[in-house]
């Protein structure tokens, strides 16, 4: 083999790495810088934080929609499951979880649920299945880390004033060992 | 000292070509694996658990966050109907009817797919604040000055970036999103 397809060769391979490694590692990226970014504005993970209406200065994710209220929460599984509750209004009301690379492992609105309160209880995959409090849908997540984004219509000042209203009853926090009713 | 020059060359074109292949790889992979209605596109799935490594890289990058198809279906355009690239100093009339969906909403982004800075805080329209003629159509324009009815400013923006949201797909489109009738989008003047 001559020098140059040598050469040629060594070149392709770290290409191939490369090329490889960078597409797996992008979405990890991106969404390690998020969730730590959520965590750090909700002061902890497993933390309800509530960003402001979007506008033009909204820059932390991209393709905000101006129709929806967002609030979200860093998710941190190494402690054990997490709980969630939030109560939806009559209009759109979802509660979505996405995991340390971005896949939306399940989303829950009350399109399903109707208007009474959302409960979820979230564990990763390796854990002993949890006792789940009454009504309580149970979210697998396979990484450690993730996030719970709850979305509220807002399309109208209406539906924005009982969409915020609705995001305030957002509620993360780990699950009580005895929680089970 | 040569050996050492010539490993670094070997290294670097390695790597200068593994990371312009991927991005290159991240552009073409919406419109390899897109399902296109006119000018609009969608990913076949843009948050679902089963996509492909480059759809998930892609995504992460242009829309981080998205459901999968059963919630939401998300359509985006970038060019007009004749195909050519929407520009924030061009007047844009997209005009379509109600969409088989829980609610619906057309939200104008500039190039770098955030809103657009503007006085009058408009963004979107959606199915409860667009504007129906007698016959269920809607018009909306896309212009840096002001017009009658449903307007969306292009502010300063140099590229534009259009993004369709269905919550809660209704219909045949839930199961096949290229039977969705979705806007045209009509160029009418560049200053």
Redesign the interface.
Known sequence: MSRFFRTALIVLAIAAVTHVGAIWAVPRGIMALVIGGVAEAAAGYNRAYHPPPIDDKARTVVLPSPDIRYSICALDLSAGPVEVTATPPASYFSLSVFDAITDNVAVISNATTGTGPIHLVIAGEDTAAPALPDDAHLVTLPTTTGLLLLRGLAATPALAEAAETARRTLVCRPLARDSAG | MRRLLRGMV??L???G???G??YA??RLALDQTAIHVGPWRTPTDA???G?D??T??M??????????R??TIYFMAERDDTGEVLRGDCRYVLTGRDMPA??W?I?L?AG???????DQ?R??V????VTRDAGGDFNLTLSRTPVEGDWLPTGSADRLFL?L?L??PEGTVAADPATARLPSIKREACS
Not at chain 2, 59 to 68: I, K
Not at chain 2, 126 to 129: A, I, K, L, P
């Open positions: 070997i290294l074109l390695g790597l070509l593994g990371l292949s991927a790889a991240l948050g679902g658990t996509r490594l480059y998930r890289a995504v992460a990058v242009g829309a981080l966050l998205a459901l999968s059963t919630e829980r609610w909403s939200t982004y770098d797919h955030y809103l657009i800075p503007n805080n963004w979107s959606n199915d409860q604040t993004f949201r919550y809660n």
